[in-house]
């Protein structure tokens, strides 16, 4: 069964340090990876995915993630954090044969401090 | 271009009750899909729409029911409501486009239900 850990249910960092956010995914089959950012009382923004297409996968907002598939990973980074990246980042896998069906990890909580 | 929306925003109901939640998908697109999100947890597939016929389905008992209109709109049913189906409900739509690549889900703001 495919399934998504992402290690830190909570993280901090100083404003203007790396971030860098921790995805590994459990899958039988070629995966999609995405990940998504939900502020407080939102929903879920996409901010990157990767479809077998090049490994760094660049996103929003400075994002970008690497997949790794000798390590099962799909770690997301960026370089100089801001208050504003503060938020709930979600992990997410899915597969050809799941149809678009999302496997979501636990959630990682990003506090900024400044 | 509107994305995707929700109604209500919130919701309270009481054990044992009905609910149902709605969602209009982003334009041009013709896949619904629903999540359950209980609080400090990330969202659970419950079941995903396509031409008006449910496609495939997490595990969630047969009280959450759905139901997709011809004009790609959606409706989430809850029957014989518990205290553990309070949960933010999340809408997302998306393109159905074969074996190929998935197509991106673009998520609504959710619909929070609190059951008393």
């Known amino acids: 069964a495919q399934s998504v850990t992402q290690l830190g249910s909570h993280v901090s960092v100083s404003e203007g340090a790396l971030v860098l956010l921790r995805c590994n995914y459990s899958s039988s089959v070629p995966p999609y990876l995405f990940w998504y950012v939900q502020y407080p009382n939102q929903g879920l923004q996409l901010l990157l995915k990767y479809t077998s297409a090049a490994t760094l996968v660049k996103g929003i907002n400075g994002f970008e993630a690497e997949f790794k598939k000798s390590e099962t990973s799909f770690h997301l980074t960026k370089p100089s954090a801001h208050m504003s990246d503060a938020a709930e980042y979600f992990c997410?896998?899915?597969?050809?044969?799941?149809?678009?069906?999302?496997?979501f990890g636990q959630g990682t909580r990003l506090t900024i401090n400044p | 271009d509107a994305g995707v929306t929700q109604s209500p925003t919130h919701l309270i109901k009481t054990r044992g009750q009905q609910v149902t939640l709605r969602c209009s998908p982003k334009s041009g697109h013709d896949t619904v899909s629903w999540y359950q999100q209980a609080l400090g947890q990330g969202p659970q597939f419950i079941f995903q729409y396509y031409e008006e016929e449910e496609r495939q389905r997490g595990n969630f008992p047969d009280r959450f029911s759905g139901h997709q209109f011809p004009n790609y709109s959606s409706e989430l049913n809850v029957n014989a409501l518990l205290l553990g189906d309070s949960a933010l409900y999340l809408c997302a739509s998306s393109l159905l486009i074969g074996q190929g690549s998935p197509d991106t889900q673009y998520f609504g703001p959710g619909t929070r239900l609190t059951v008393l």
């Open positions: 997410a896998v899915s597969w050809i044969q799941g149809a678009q069906k999302l496997v």
